[in-house]
């Protein structure tokens, strides 16, 4: 029997399977409405005053590049306008979820959480470089992009470290080990997680076409969140299972973003690696406090 198949066919029957909390809901329905005003938004956020203090601390930081010393929720809401704002709330609540979640021994909820920021930056990087507007979309896509793990983790253990053990025995990806070994990958995993909880339809093509992103709507941005992947990786920073090897220049999803970014050929991929780490340092001062 299948038992990654057997999970993920029945991931909407789970009792237990983490929420999504109803006010998180409210904003993304608000954001998306174009009826919708910043009064209306700044209403339901005041319900939670950790998700206050996560907008005003985005808003006064130098990670989205907003100007600083907004002391108002409104005025925050106004600056960095309400895509911006739904992303926000969406990593918020989903690293707090994370957090929360009793994760087992062999899974480092740390290194974990660094490789998903590391991405999360690296993609935000990569599109501000090649003055690409996802509306921070490739920052939230990039945190969220290896939620099947978590999944995996919580509901699957003894498979989880059957595809980490085999994945290093053999020297490929956790992605490859996993599709070898089950034919069900911690992508659908996490992209049907983020269906059953109602989630825009952009941010769940992207989290399952992250390993294909020639396969994905917006192929751009998932070959962003995959090159962003990859060059986390490279860089040593957090820790998902990949033991592969690749050349960048050959890589499917370098190829969509050189193609469809018009990107240079001279293009410097240091100054890439030269702002991570102090970025994902900004990033987890703004997220990873207060919960």
Not at 111 to 135: D, M, P, Q, R
Not at 178 to 196: D, P, T, V, W
């Amino acid at each position: 029997m299948n038992k990654l198949k057997e999970l993920y066919d029945n991931l909407d029957k789970i009792d237990s399977l983490p929420a999504f909390p109803s006010i998180a809901f409210e904003v993304i329905n608000l954001t998306r409405s174009p009826s919708a005003t910043s009064k209306d938004i700044e209403g339901v956020i005041k319900k939670d005053p950790n998700l206050v203090s996560q907008i005003l601390k985005v808003a006064n930081s130098s990670f989205y590049g907003l100007s600083k010393d907004v002391s108002s929720l409104n005025h925050a809401i106004n600056l960095m306008g309400f895509l911006q704002i739904e992303n926000v709330v969406m990593i918020s609540v989903v690293l707090s979820s994370v957090k929360k979640m009793p994760l087992h021994k062999n899974f480092n909820r740390d290194k974990f959480l660094e490789h998903s920021f590391g991405c999360g930056v690296t993609a935000k990087i990569i599109s501000n470089i090649l003055n690409l507007n996802f509306n921070s979309a490739e920052f939230s896509c990039g945190v969220m992009h290896d939620m099947g793990k978590v999944l995996l983790d919580i509901y699957a253990p003894e498979i989880l470290d059957e595809i980490l053990d085999n994945a290093y025995k053999e020297g490929i990806s956790f992605y490859d080990s996993e599709m070898k070994l089950y034919g069900i990958n911690h992508s659908m995993m996490g992209a049907k997680l983020l269906s059953i909880w109602g989630l825009p339809e952009m941010l769940i093509d992207i989290i399952k076409n992250h390993h294909s992103p020639s396969s994905a709507d917006n192929r751009l941005l998932a070959a962003i969140i995959h090159v962003s992947d990859l060059l986390t990786y490279s860089e040593g920073i957090g820790f998902g299972g990949n033991y592969s090897k690749f050349t960048l220049e050959e890589d499917e999803g370098w190829k969509i973003v050189v193609e469809e970014a018009n990107m240079s050929k001279d293009f410097d991929l240091a100054f890439f690696t030269f702002k991570l780490y102090e970025e994902i340092e900004n990033a987890k001062k703004i997220y990873f406090e207060g919960f």
